[in-house]
Antibody
Framework: EVQLVESGGGLVQPGRSLKLSCAAS????????MAWVRQAPTKGLEWVAT????????YYRDSVKGRFTISRDNAKSTLYLQMDSLRSEDTATYYC??????????WGQGTLVTVSS | DIVLTQSPALAVSLEQRATISCKTS??????????MHWYQQKPGQQPKLLIY???NLASGIPARFSGSGSGTDFTLTIDPVEADDIATYYC?????????FGAGTKLELK
């Protein structure tokens, strides 16, 4: 059974940093690209970033480019999202997801990030 | 960016048909495949994939869900609607980065 478990969310002040983790199990992690998708409170879904199976390629939405870094450790079956220079508009539940030809068949439960002073 | 437009809400009676539309600002087809996917999300839960590539039913999804369309016009149909289907439905394109979602259609009981 595919399982994705996010952690690392919390309350952080604007301009500070936070690092999210996603522990994967139930599949061969190193064979799959991975992604982060977020959802602001009471709002819709927003793709954030994608990383290839081996970490050699990464893709970001414009609003996080230069501030967020997606990475992975295949030996630990773990996905990361380093978030720097956080803004209030980054407040959201962040989901780890496994894409396949662009569709997200597997999602974690999400971790809430609140950016506020 | 490809913009996906959905109606905000749809009221439907149980055991009737619900038709949810998604219109895209650009063609999301490529080599005969529609890179359009549909998700269901209930409050407090993660999204669930229902339909992928326009019309393919995802694993474990009941056959009362179906998807159709091509190019820039797509439809998710639920027939018949059951009480458990009350949720918000999102379309998503993966033809081009950035992947984009519609704003969601909230399915409500009439």
């Amino acid at each position: 059974e595919v399982q994705l478990v996010e952690s690392g969310g919390g309350l952080v002040q604007p301009g500070r940093s936070l690092k999210l983790s996603c522990a994967a199990s139930g599949f061969t992690f190193s064979n799959y690209g991975m992604a982060w998708v977020r959802q602001a409170p009471t709002k819709g879904l927003e793709w954030v970033a994608t990383i290839s199976y081996d970490g050699s390629s990464t893709y970001y939405r414009d609003s996080v480019k230069g501030r967020f870094t997606i990475s992975r450790d295949n030996a630990k079956s773990t996905l990361y999202l380093q978030m720097d220079s956080l803004r209030s508009e980054d407040t959201a539940t962040y989901y780890c997801a496994r894409p396949q030809l662009g569709r997200f068949a597997y999602w974690g439960q999400g971790t809430l990030v609140t950016v506020s002073s | 960016d490809i913009v996906l437009t959905q109606s905000p809400a749809l009221a439907v009676s149980l055991e009737q048909r619900a038709t949810i539309s998604c219109k895209t600002s650009q063609n999301v087809d490529n080599y005969g495949i529609s890179y359009m996917h549909w998700y269901q999300q209930k409050p407090g839960q993660q999204p669930k994939l229902l339909i992928y590539e326009g019309s393919n039913l995802a694993s474990g999804i009941p056959a009362r869900f179906s998807g159709s369309g091509s190019g820039t016009d797509f439809t998710l149909t639920i027939d018949p609607v059951e009480a458990d289907d009350i949720a918000t439905y999102y379309c998503q394109q993966s033809k081009d980065y950035p992947y984009t979602f519609g704003a969601g259609t909230k399915l409500e009981l009439k």
